[in-house]
């Protein structure tokens, strides 16, 4: 199709919505196969989803539930899908094995918290210096992102989907200014995964407590630092009473993404109707987890604005140059660690240096010209 005839069939609305799914990686036989799914079957299917968050948790597990009631909705009571908060049917860093295993069909989690049985699966969730989550989600819909995360489960019986995003989170609290570099060394911080690691090269500590502990971990002086999500979980645990600087911006989280995985095989033993319901409702989760982020942390840094003394920091230029540094240390370890993390790796940086060139001229151009 050449680009005149492209306008011409636009403006008489010829355009087949087969092109338009082609054209950003959608299958042209979904329709029709569509059609002949929705008189196959009325079996109806009971799948169960566990989770790594603590049950109901704001936006997360609130999305897993929301997810379940879309897909109950659409396929009209066919595949039901019910939702356990982390810990009630299985314990919360088990969901990886329980959904492969046939304990669940299907979880809601973050891709980092497999690093220790697939390191390339960081790539899925968060990089440090990394895309934000406009890019991510670019690469993984139409620029052979999922397909590398696919392939990446395959072996495990996993199909993975994009679940959402937090966006860009908040740097963390601290009791002390971050002036230069030196500042972070021997600094006693919560900072999970690859950011814990970089910390760790510029002097830091990176110290694994859970979520529960964090207050009063800070309180006691077991951490002198800590980082969580965005205003708006942050306010909930109370942090704003006992910290004095919130900095910004989450460079170890530029757009975490959270993520959907299924048992392959019963997932293919679906009718292909109740597929593409499931994966329409995972990229409805996937938008709505980010909208509500933004929605509830604009809300939240109001209130806490509001209600406490804190002094919002940025953290120096020179400081960010030197973390840079030591992340891309970090990824290039990744990044050898074997053949998979290496392709990946290939895949997701051609895409985010293209990405940037594009992001200069217009999404950042923008926020600059705005701000003045
Ligand atoms: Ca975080």
Redesign the pocket.
């Known amino acids: 199709m050449n680009r005149k005839t492209f306008f011409k069939g636009l403006a008489l609305g010829t355009i087949s919505l087969p092109f338009i799914m082609r054209s950003c990686g959608g299958d042209p036989t979904a329709q029709s196969n569509l059609q002949s799914a929705n008189t196959a079957s009325s079996k109806k299917y009971k799948w169960k989803m566990v989770t790594t968050w603590p049950p109901n948790f704001s936006v997360l597990g609130e999305g897993a539930k929301l997810f379940s009631d879309w897909v109950k909705k659409m396929s009209a009571g066919r595949l039901e899908i019910e939702v356990y908060g982390g810990g009630e049917l299985v314990p919360a860093l088990d969901c990886f094995d329980a959904v492969r295993n046939n304990v669940a069909d299907c979880a809601s989690g973050a891709a980092y918290y497999w690093a220790g049985k697939v390191p390339a699966a960081q790539f899925f969730a968060s990089i440090p210096f990394g895309m934000n989550a406009q890019q991510l989600n670019s690469w993984l819909y139409c620029g052979g992102g999922l397909e590398l995360w696919e392939e990446l489960y395959a072996p495990y019986n996993l199909i993975p989907m994009p679940g959402g995003n937090?966006g860009v989170?908040m740097g963390g609290w601290f009791n002390k200014e971050i002036t230069e570099v030196a500042d972070l060394e021997g600094l006693k911080m919560r900072m999970?995964g690859l950011g814990g690691k970089v910390l760790a090269k510029a002097g830091g500590t990176a110290v694994l407590l859970p979520g529960g502990e964090l207050y009063t971990g800070l309180e006691r002086g077991i951490i002198d630092a800590t980082?969580?999500?965005g205003p708006y979980h942050d306010y909930k645990m109370g942090f704003h009473q006992i910290a004095k600087y919130y900095y910004t911006p989450?460079w170890?989280?530029p757009g975490?993404a959270l993520e959907l995985i299924f048992n392959k095989k019963k997932f293919e033993a679906l009718p292909e109707d109740l597929q593409e319901i499931v994966r329409c409702a995972a990229e409805r989760l996937n938008q709505w987890v980010l909208n509500e982020f933004d929605a509830q942390n604009a809300k939240y840094l109001e209130l806490l604005k509001q209600e406490s003394q804190l002094e919002i920091r940025s953290f120096p230029d020179d400081v960010m140059q030197e973390l840079k540094k030591y992340t891309s240390e970090v990824i290039d370890d990744l990044a050898n660690s074997d053949a998979m993390s290496r392709k990946i790796y290939d895949s997701y940086n051609s895409f985010k240096t293209k990405g940037k060139a594009w992001a200069d001229l217009t999404e950042r151009a923008y926020y600059e010209k705005v701000s003045i």
Request: hydrophobic residues 20%; glycine residues 10%.
């Open positions: 937090t989170q999970p980082e969580w999500i989450g170890h989280e975490t």
